[in-house]
């Protein structure tokens, strides 16, 4: 059975930083392209940021150079690390692996 469970989500002043992790179960993080997703309530939920199973990573534009996305292989974790954070990156934050998806967890940020 696979899980994906996110962790991390919190209410956070314009200019913070927040980590968000991701635990998997059931599904290899290192062997995985493994990805965070975020959605606003009446829109589409848009990719984030992904590591590939070689450790290529791929952003939206709108992150790039504020977020950072990893994993730790001997904790099957993965990461996004967000800095700089903007009042636009409000949403729930979804982990996905393998097709799976975890529960969300909401990140605000005030302005």
């Known amino acids: 059975q696979v899980q994906l469970v996110e962790s991390g989500g919190d209410l956070v002043q314009a200019g913070g930083s927040l980590r968000l992790s991701c635990a998997a179960s059931?599904?290899?993080?290192?062997?995985?392209?493994m990805g965070w997703y975020r959605q606003v309530p009446g829109k589409q939920r848009e990719l984030v940021a992904r590591i590939y199973s070689g450790g290529s990573t791929q952003y939206a534009d709108s992150v790039k150079g504020r977020f950072t996305i990893s994993r730790d292989n001997g904790k099957n974790t993965v990461y996004l690390q967000m800095n700089s954070l903007k009042p636009e990156d409000t949403a729930v934050y979804y982990c996905?692996?393998?097709?799976?998806w975890g529960q969300g967890t909401q990140v605000t940020v005030s302005s």
């Open positions: 059931g599904v290899i993080v290192s062997i995985n392209a």
């Open positions: 996905n692996g393998n097709g799976w």
